[in-house]
């Protein structure tokens, strides 16, 4: 089993650092309800809600932007530049030492 560390700021400014493992295909989304983080997740990772919304802070190379992914963002509240649906980014050993900020709540 191995794991990175991501750091997570919350929408009081709080940065959690927690550990996610990269052998149990789980995206960003899934890290934070296991840490107990004020994520949502209503559809379940479809990228169909945005409630996973976050900003990418770091300058870590995340795989391209769906189609789908795009297409909710377009569409979502807070959107930035660096915005990415956390149920969209998976957990790999790539992104040890990842930073993102959680998008305030729409």
């Known amino acids: 089993m191995s794991d990175i560390t ?11 650092e ?4 990269t052998d149990m295909n789980m995206n960003l989304m899934e890290v934070c309800k296991a840490y107990e983080l004020p994520v949502e997740g209503t ?3 479809m990228a169909m809600c945005a409630s996973c919304q976050c900003y990418v802070l ?3 190379q995340l795989p ?5 992914e795009d ?24 992104l040890d030492g990842l ?3 959680l998008a305030p709540e729409s």
Do not use: W
């Open 58 to 60: 770091s300058d870590h």
């Open 71 to 94: 297409l909710m963002l377009a569409e979502a509240f807070y959107v930035e530049d660096n915005s990415r649906l956390g149920c969209q980014i998976r957990i790999t050993p790539e």
């Open 6 to 16: 991501i750091k997570i700021k919350d929408r009081e400014g709080v940065i959690h």
């Open 18 to 21: 927690v550990q996610a493992p």
């Open 99 to 101: 930073e993102v900020e």
């Open 43 to 45: 559809c379940g990772g």
């Open 64 to 68: 391209e932007m769906s189609y789908d």
